[in-house]
Structures are given as C-alpha cells and as structure tokens.
C-alpha cells in the first residue's frame, strides 16, 4: 500500500527546488549542475555574459530601428530599412533561443555528446570548452568588435549594394525553383569559406594572429559559435554570404531563410551533441556528402594538428577537395560518406596548401565576383540610358544577369 511522503521531504524538495533555481541562473562557465530538468538549463543561457555587449547590440538596433521608421529609409531595389532592422532582430532572439536549446539538450543528455564525457572534466582554471581566464577576457573584446564590424558592414552594403537586400516581390517562381536555387547560393557561400578556412589553417600569420582564437575551444559549445577573432567573421561574412548572394541571388523570402538556416546550421556545428537533436543537420543530411555537427566537432578536438574538415557547411568541398575526416560520432548518425573509403573521389588540392598558393582560389572567386558586379553595372547604366531616350524599359538590374526578369516585373504580376 502506497504511502504519503512525510511533510519533512516535501519541505527538502521545496529546498531542492530553490537550490536548482539558483544554480540554473548562473552561466556554466566552469562547470555543469548535476541533476537538472531541461527547462532549468534554459534560464540559466538566456542573455550574453558580457553585458557591454548586450547593451551594444540592444542600442543598436533600436536606434536603426526608430531612424528607418521615423524616416522611412529604402533604397531603390532593396527592401525597406526598417525591415533590415527587424530581421536582425529576428536574427537576434533566433540565436539566442537555438543556443539556449543546444546547450540544454547538451547538459540533460550526456549520452549524445560527441566527445566522451571524461574528456570535459575540467583541468586547472579551463571554462568548459577548455579555454583560460586569458582567452575568456580576449574573446569578450572580440565578441565586442565583432557586433561592431558586422553591424557596420550590412549598412554599408545596404546603402552601397542596391538590391543586395531584396525587395519583396510577387514571385512567379516556382518553390522547387526557390529550393534549388537556395541550395546552390548554399554551396557557392559553402565554397568561398571553405578556401577561407582552408587559408586560416595553412598561412601561418594568419593562423597565429586570427584564427587560432576560434581553436582556443576544444570541445565546442553552441556558444562558441561566433567567439572568433572579429576579422574571422568580417571575412567570412564578405567571402561567404555576400559573394553567395551577389552570384546566386534569392529573393527576399528565401534571403531570411537562409539567414535563419545558416544561424541555426553555424550553432548545431559546434554543439557538442551528435544526433537528431540537431535539426537543420538532419533534414540536409540526404544531400550528397552532407557534413554533420560531428565532423565540425572533430576538427576543433584535433587543433592545429587538424588541417582537415574546413567545410562551413554541406560538406561537398571537403570530399571534392580530398580534406573530409569523419571524427568520432554517437552510433547511428554517420552519413554514408562516413562508411566510404576517404578520398576515392576527390582531387589532389595539395598545391593550394602552401602559405601563399592557399589564396588562389579566393583571387579567383573575387575575380568572378568582381566581374559579376562589373555586369550588372554595365546593365544599369544601359537602362538608364534607355529609359533617357524614353525606351520605356521597365527592366532593372541587380546582380548578373538572372536578376533581370525577377524584379519590377514581377511586381506588376497581378
Ligand atoms: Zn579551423
Ligand atoms: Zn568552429
């Protein structure tokens, strides 16, 4: 026969509960409280803990916010100010959300981590991703420019790059169009950072002075993310998600889509946890060569001593450029690649790994870049000129020459 506790264990578990609320509000900088629920970790990852920097990015975006509505800023060919502003936002809380669920599902579910539990204990004064009271300090003032420089770059391309922010249109498209075409400006970014990593790794300057900060973590945290030397994310956001969207451009729908996804990709990458918890690896792990969450993994467990699995995402690179390594992962989630002999389909790149031949392929990527840019210049001057003579051209030009018929016309689709 079943029994009521007595009064004196409820009063110890109201005790408990108080306890695990007052260890779950204190950031895990050294070490994760044992025995807590799901939602306790949630509270406890919510906000930066630097607060210079909250208060950085929280001022910022409202003084952006409050200027594009009073003025109603919006260049020709781009979407409004105003909706920049709010779609960082949106970009914002996404980050903050999926961290946060990232790192829960890390603490309640030791079993799914991809690195052995014994490889966390803590040695000396380390924080959880193994990095010193020096590093920590560093990366905070990093983390600062970081905001600063990004912030700064989508205005100057918003007011520089017409149309780099797309108008929203009526589209005529169709989805599996859209889909496609999103999964192509995925691998042209996939590209660009590839040979950008590729180069961090293989110039030894810029190994020591910009990307040996993001290697500080060996077992990477969803925090860990964006904690890299502020020029790492200057470059890879011009390399990467500029270039992408100046070759293959999406349309304003999927512009956001693919700045979600890639939030979300970039945090599950360096989770620390291997499986279906993560997402986006999930659903894109159907796609030739995909890259999971435990590749990233190995690449930060392996240091420098790591010049393998440069990929941001999509993986293909790593396999077409002979650079993929599988790393350790939790039974179930290796992708068929994983099973595969290692290099039976790839090139031999080793020619771009010397410390000045590793930026060929960039030069050549910005030269198609540049002369992509070049074009749609050349077509805007063209209709303008048209228009001048009363052509009557109602085309207008962004990037290449794809852009031409998915713009003002579509606008006019009843
Ligand atoms: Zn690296
Ligand atoms: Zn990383």
Not at 33 to 61: I, Q
Not at 115 to 130: F, S
Not at 389 to 398: E, I, P
């Amino acid at each position: 026969m079943k029994t009521r506790d007595p009064p004196e264990k409820e009063v110890s578990g109201k005790q408990a509960d108080v306890s695990k609320d007052k260890l779950s509000s204190q950031p895990y900088i050294t070490h994760i409280p044992e025995n807590l629920n799901m939602s306790h970790h949630f509270s406890s990852l919510l906000l930066s803990c630097d607060p210079v920097a909250t208060v950085l990015e929280v001022t910022s975006l409202s003084t952006l916010s409050v200027v594009s509505w009073l003025y109603r800023v919006q260049v020709q060919g781009s979407m409004s100010l105003l909706e920049l502003a709010i779609g960082m936002w949106v970009l914002g809380v996404v980050r903050r959300l999926y961290n946060n669920y990232l790192e829960a599902v890390y603490c309640t579910f030791p079993l799914y981590r991809t690195q052995p539990i014994k490889e966390h204990m803590l040695r000396g004064e380390r924080d959880l991703v193994g990095r010193d009271r020096e590093q920590l300090a560093a990366i905070v003032t990093q983390d600062r420019l970081t905001f600063i420089s990004q912030f700064s770059l989508d205005l100057f391309v918003y007011f520089s790059l017409p149309g780099f922010y797309p108008a929203h249109t009526i589209t005529t498209t169709s989805a599996l169009r859209r889909v496609i075409q999103l999964v192509l400006n995925h691998y042209v970014m996939s590209f660009g950072m590839y040979w950008t990593h590729r180069a961090l790794h293989k110039n030894l300057w810029l190994w020591r002075n910009i990307h040996s900060v993001h290697h500080w973590s060996k077992h990477p945290l969803s925090r860990t993310t964006y904690q890299d030397h502020w020029l790492d994310n200057f470059g890879n956001a011009i390399v990467g998600h500029i270039f992408a969207q100046i070759l293959v451009p999406l349309d304003a729908q999927m512009f956001w889509v693919s700045r979600v996804l890639r939030v979300c990709e970039s945090l599950e990458k360096h989770s620390g946890v291997s499986g279906y918890f993560n997402l986006v690896h999930s659903v894109q792990r159907w796609l030739p060569f995909a890259q999971m969450p435990h590749h990233h993994d190995w690449h930060h467990e392996g240091h420098k001593g790591c010049n393998y699995t440069f990929s941001s995402l999509g993986g293909l690179w790593d396999c077409v450029f002979g650079t993929r390594k599988t790393g350790r992962a939790a039974r179930g989630v290796q992708t068929v690649w994983d099973e595969m002999e290692q290099g039976r389909y790839s090139f031999d790149t080793k020619y771009f790994d010397g410390i000045y031949t590793c930026f060929i392929p960039l030069f050549a990527l910005s030269g198609v870049v540049v002369n992509s840019l070049q074009c749609s210049l050349e077509g805007r001057t063209k209709v303008r000129r048209r228009r001048i003579k009363g052509a009557g051209c109602r085309k207008h030009q962004h990037f290449g020459k794809s852009q031409i018929s998915n713009t003002q016309e579509e606008v006019s689709v009843p």
